[in-house]
């Protein structure tokens, strides 16, 4: 193979390893730590500092130096990512560990323990990647290619990983083989870079692409570095506002996040390629980041209403096709001229400390606008105006670099296009919020953007009944037939477990099923959920009857496996209702290292409660739930509610006559209303021990490994319009798991 398709070809590779990386150390992270925000933070700001460094490092190391085959430093680069990828398992074993140390000793410095070890094992890898962009200068400079088209050819390789990744690796193999796949990409990849160095020889001849520095720069370097600042600042701001207003109309699954991920990654990659058809246009780079900016503004308003213009097909494949079309369509205008403009600075200001020093200074900025994104303009501002004002930024940036009227011009169409963008505001947090299901009939009661998710309590007209929102989903109801089943989240291990005086109650939703657990009458009850606005907003929900003033009660704004990690806490209760188990994350808490870890803070005889969502899974994806659930809790019943058909695992832990189910000993204790008898709850009790384990056997169970419910079949299977379909599916398995007939 010649250099030419060579080069891309390893660059390309590279760039699905590297993407690779980064999802699966956000993966290790969040077992690590928890589900949260912060957590993906430290991740984010480790890596991207990483890569600063290394870059900036590894520019300044090699200016002025005559290297005769910089593949070699390729070769070394990528052979540090692989290797160290190897460990990356192990360590983040060890750094689990450290957290639950570091917490029992000094609970605030826990997230600073944890940022120190993220760092620790990630610097080798990101410094490499970091380096990698002045090593490619050099090779670009030493066989005359285009450092764009490496750099371009590399981020298509990362937009065709994560969707390999997510659709395709994962869900086949699992996370333990995925890393020795990543690894052995990096690993091929340095050894097939170390056999052609030893082939290549001097320059490959003259080229067009070169990327050598042009004669006479535009505009000083100082001034690229605030181009090349404002692009990273702006693109990571607008990839988290932006994110944040599909995830309604997509939801938050990894399918859907993976599709946004493409969405961003391809027209980064094409304005690579573009930037120097640009250039030998004298395009100048000031009107295309002004040009990016209007398109920003233009592509604001559909994205905030698309939940509003689009529906939602039931076919799961149609709806990834039109998600991944329509997100193209709105964000790929603007990325794509943003992904022209660092190309174009690195061949237009060539030579490996000044590339160097452009490359991690986008990072820097890249950093900031994700970080400033999430945690100053969302909250502030919302997702839109974040998004305007990204776009804003990009018009100022250009225009200052203009001169004369081409300055005039450019800003009298950003006045237009912002002006245009405003007045067209959906509204959102005001007068609706965003979702899939009926808009029509609904008041805001309160809307709140936070780093995490985006949360608003909806009232209907009609009838007064409350919807808590996230994400755009209705993680939870009240007054309506289909929330009956949340107050027996909570009632249910209580009447079962002999003599519980401590109980956890993890996602606290609305707060029914806390209230169902106070009902019962514990000493404490700890309430654990990793969004902070469900208690700021808990009083608008007259369902909860006000647990949150009872002074048993405690909240704690943790992930919940996090929690039962990390506590010394011993439970005789622990009840959890996530959001859906296909949602991105929610994974770890179906899993069977998570029922491993409650059962480990539970007392013998505890009981533990895990919430079943028929109409939303697959039979398969129960089947998994189920495999995970009795694998831990053997003495295991499912129970389906009565009014809303809803399914309830509950576990006990430890061996006892007779088995669960049998005996309800906390209908002897006390007798509070509770809408249904002895007699109704006993009935409900669909599939005894024996009976659940027919059931369970159907499935694999779900670990952290094969993820199979956030990358396996659920979402193959699963249509939103399709949950009565479901419904009866999963009653004829329990029927027949409950009649003792063969189930294969």
């Given at each position: 193979?010649?250099?030419?398709?060579?080069?891309?070809?390893?660059?390309?590779?590279?760039?699905?390893?590297?993407?690779?990386?980064?999802?699966?150390?956000?993966?290790?992270?969040?077992?690590?730590?928890?589900?949260?925000?912060?957590?993906?933070?430290?991740?984010?700001?480790?890596?991207?500092?990483?890569?600063?460094?290394?870059?900036?490092?590894?520019?300044?190391?090699?200016?002025?130096?005559?290297?005769?085959?910089?593949?070699?430093?390729?070769?070394?680069?990528?052979?540090?990512?692989?290797?160290?990828?190897?460990?990356?398992?192990?360590?983040?074993?060890?750094?689990?560990?450290?957290?639950?140390?570091?917490?029992?000793?000094?609970?605030?410095?826990?997230?600073?323990?944890?940022?120190?070890?993220?760092?620790?094992?990630?610097?080798?890898?990101?410094?490499?990647?970091?380096?990698?962009?002045?090593?490619?200068?050099?090779?670009?400079?030493?066989?005359?290619?285009?450092?764009?088209?490496?750099?371009?050819?590399?981020?298509?390789?990362?937009?065709?990983?994560?969707?390999?990744?997510?659709?395709?690796?994962?869900?086949?193999?699992?996370?333990?083989?995925?890393?020795?796949?990543?690894?052995?990409?990096?690993?091929?990849?340095?050894?097939?870079?170390?056999?052609?160095?030893?082939?290549?020889?001097?320059?490959?001849?003259?080229?067009?692409?070169?990327?050598?520095?042009?004669?006479?720069?535009?505009?000083?370097?100082?001034?690229?570095?605030?181009?090349?600042?404002?692009?990273?600042?702006?693109?990571?701001?607008?990839?988290?506002?932006?994110?944040?207003?599909?995830?309604?109309?997509?939801?938050?699954?990894?399918?859907?996040?993976?599709?946004?991920?493409?969405?961003?990654?391809?027209?980064?990659?094409?304005?690579?390629?573009?930037?120097?058809?640009?250039?030998?246009?004298?395009?100048?780079?000031?009107?295309?980041?002004?040009?990016?900016?209007?398109?920003?503004?233009?592509?604001?308003?559909?994205?905030?209403?698309?939940?509003?213009?689009?529906?939602?097909?039931?076919?799961?494949?149609?709806?990834?096709?039109?998600?991944?079309?329509?997100?193209?369509?709105?964000?790929?205008?603007?990325?794509?001229?943003?992904?022209?403009?660092?190309?174009?600075?690195?061949?237009?200001?060539?030579?490996?400390?000044?590339?160097?020093?452009?490359?991690?200074?986008?990072?820097?900025?890249?950093?900031?606008?994700?970080?400033?994104?999430?945690?100053?303009?969302?909250?502030?501002?919302?997702?839109?105006?974040?998004?305007?004002?990204?776009?804003?930024?990009?018009?100022?940036?250009?225009?200052?670099?203009?001169?004369?009227?081409?300055r005039a011009l450019a800003a009298a169409v950003f006045v237009v296009a912002f002006t245009a963008s405003t007045l067209s505001d959906s509204g959102v947090g005001t007068t609706r919020a965003r979702?899939?299901?009926?808009?029509?009939?609904?008041?805001?009661?309160?809307?709140?953007?936070?780093?995490?998710?985006?949360?608003?309590?909806?009232?209907?007209?009609?009838?007064?009944?409350?919807?808590?929102?996230?994400?755009?989903?209705?993680?939870?109801?009240?007054?309506?037939?289909?929330?009956?089943?949340?107050?027996?989240?909570?009632?249910?291990?209580?009447?079962?477990?002999?003599?519980?005086?401590?109980?956890?109650?993890?996602?606290?939703?609305?707060?029914?099923?806390?209230?169902?657990?106070?009902?019962?009458?514990?000493?404490?009850?700890?309430?654990?959920?990793?969004?902070?606005?469900?208690?700021?907003?808990?009083?608008?929900?007259?369902s909860n009857h006000g647990v949150l003033k009872d002074p048993r009660a405690t909240a704690i704004v943790m992930d919940g496996r996090a929690w039962l990690r990390r506590t010394d806490a011993v439970?005789?209760?622990?009840?959890?209702?996530?959001?859906?188990?296909?949602?991105?994350?929610?994974?770890?808490?179906?899993?069977?290292?998570?029922?491993?870890?409650?059962?480990?803070?539970?007392?013998?005889?505890?009981?533990?409660?895990?919430?079943?969502?028929?109409?939303?899974?697959?039979?398969?994806?129960?089947?998994?739930?189920?495999?995970?659930?009795?694998?831990?809790?053997?003495?295991?019943?499912?129970?389906?509610?009565?009014?809303?058909?809803?399914?309830?695992?509950?576990?006990?832990?430890?061996?006892?006559?007779?088995?669960?189910?049998?005996?309800?000993?906390?209908?002897?204790?006390?007798?509070?209303?509770?809408?249904?008898?002895?007699?109704?709850?006993?009935?409900?009790?669909?599939?005894?021990?024996?009976?659940?384990?027919?059931?369970?056997?159907?499935?694999?169970?779900?670990?952290?490994?094969?993820?199979?419910?956030?990358?396996?079949?659920?979402?193959?299977?699963?249509?939103?319009?399709?949950?009565?379909?479901?419904?009866?599916?999963?009653?004829?398995?329990?029927?027949?798991?409950?009649?003792?007939?063969?189930?294969?």
């Amino acid at each position: 193979m010649s250099l030419r398709p060579a080069a891309y070809a390893f660059v390309f590779c590279a760039g699905a390893a590297a993407l690779s990386w980064e999802l699966l150390w956000q993966h290790f992270a969040a077992l690590a730590r928890g589900v949260s925000a912060d957590g993906t933070a430290i991740v984010l700001a480790t890596t991207m500092a990483g890569m600063t460094i290394g870059s900036l490092a590894c520019g300044s190391i090699l200016a002025g130096r005559s290297v005769q085959k910089p593949l070699w430093l390729y070769v070394a680069c990528e052979a540090v990512i692989g290797i160290t990828g190897l460990a990356l398992e192990p360590g983040f074993r060890a750094l689990e560990r450290l957290d639950v140390s570091a917490y029992h000793a000094m609970a605030a410095a826990a997230p600073v323990a944890h940022a120190l070890g993220v760092a620790l094992l990630l610097s080798p890898a990101t410094l490499a990647m970091g380096a990698t962009l002045p090593v490619l200068g050099l090779i670009a400079d030493r066989h005359r290619l285009s450092l764009a088209g490496l750099y371009g050819t590399n981020i298509a390789g990362a937009s065709i990983g994560v969707l390999a990744l997510a659709f395709a690796v994962i869900p086949t193999v699992g996370i333990h083989v995925t890393v020795g796949l990543a690894s052995s990409v990096n690993l091929a990849v340095a050894a097939a870079c170390g056999a052609l160095a030893m082939r290549a020889h001097g320059h490959a001849g003259g080229s067009e692409h070169s990327s050598a520095p042009a004669a006479d720069p535009p505009f000083p370097f100082p001034a690229a570095c605030a181009v090349a600042f404002t692009t990273g600042l702006a693109t990571f701001a607008l990839e988290v506002a932006w994110f944040r207003s599909l995830r309604a109309t997509f939801h938050s699954g990894t399918d859907a996040f993976a599709v946004l991920l493409f969405a961003v990654l391809l027209p980064l990659a094409l304005g690579a390629h573009v930037a120097p058809w640009l250039r030998r246009r004298h395009v100048a780079l000031p009107w295309v980041l002004a040009a990016a900016g209007i398109l920003v503004l233009a592509a604001t308003t559909p994205i905030d209403r698309l939940d509003q213009l689009v529906p939602v097909p039931p076919s799961y494949w149609r709806r990834m096709a039109m998600w991944t079309l329509l997100s193209l369509a709105l964000i790929g205008p603007s990325v794509t001229l943003l992904g022209a403009s660092l190309p174009w600075l690195l061949e237009v200001f060539g030579g490996p400390r000044r590339q160097g020093r452009l490359y991690g200074i986008n990072a820097v900025g890249a950093v900031l606008g994700s970080l400033g994104a999430a945690w100053g303009l969302l909250p502030l501002v919302g997702a839109a105006a974040s998004a305007r004002l990204a776009g804003a930024i990009l018009v100022i940036a250009g225009s200052a670099i203009l001169r004369g009227r081409s300055r005039a011009l450019a800003a009298a169409v950003f006045v237009v296009a912002f002006t245009a963008s405003t007045l067209s505001d959906s509204g959102v947090g005001t007068t609706r919020a965003r979702w899939w299901g009926d808009r029509s009939g609904y008041r805001v009661l309160a809307h709140e953007e936070g780093p995490d998710v985006s949360t608003s309590v909806l009232e209907r007209r009609a009838d007064k009944a409350r919807v808590l929102l996230i994400d755009g989903f209705p993680a939870s109801v009240e007054q309506l037939r289909g929330a009956h089943y949340m107050t027996w989240m909570g009632r249910l291990p209580m009447l079962l477990a002999t003599d519980p005086q401590r109980a956890l109650v993890i996602c606290f939703g609305t707060g029914q099923t806390a209230h169902g657990v106070l009902d019962e009458g514990p000493a404490r009850l700890d309430l654990v959920d990793i969004n902070k606005a469900v208690f700021t907003h808990a009083d608008l929900f007259e369902s909860n009857h006000g647990v949150l003033k009872d002074p048993r009660a405690t909240a704690i704004v943790m992930d919940g496996r996090a929690w039962l990690r990390r506590t010394d806490a011993v439970y005789d209760v622990i009840t959890l209702e996530p959001m859906p188990p296909t949602f991105a994350g929610v994974n770890a808490l179906y899993s069977r290292e998570f029922y491993a870890i409650a059962s480990a803070r539970m007392r013998d005889g505890g009981v533990i409660a895990q919430w079943l969502p028929f109409h939303l899974l697959s039979p398969a994806d129960a089947f998994h739930i189920a495999a995970a659930f009795v694998a831990v809790f053997p003495d295991a019943v499912l129970w389906v509610d009565p009014v809303s058909t809803t399914g309830i695992l509950l576990g006990r832990k430890g061996q006892a006559n007779p088995p669960l189910g049998q005996r309800w000993p906390g209908f002897l204790r006390r007798q509070p209303e509770r809408g249904l008898d002895e007699q109704q709850v006993r009935a409900a009790v669909r599939l005894a021990p024996d009976a659940l384990a027919r059931y369970a056997s159907l499935g694999a169970p779900v670990t952290d490994n094969n993820q199979v419910l956030a990358y396996g079949s659920a979402s193959a299977l699963v249509g939103l319009d399709r949950s009565a379909e479901l419904q009866k599916a999963q009653e004829w398995f329990v029927e027949l798991a409950a009649s003792g007939r063969a189930l294969r």
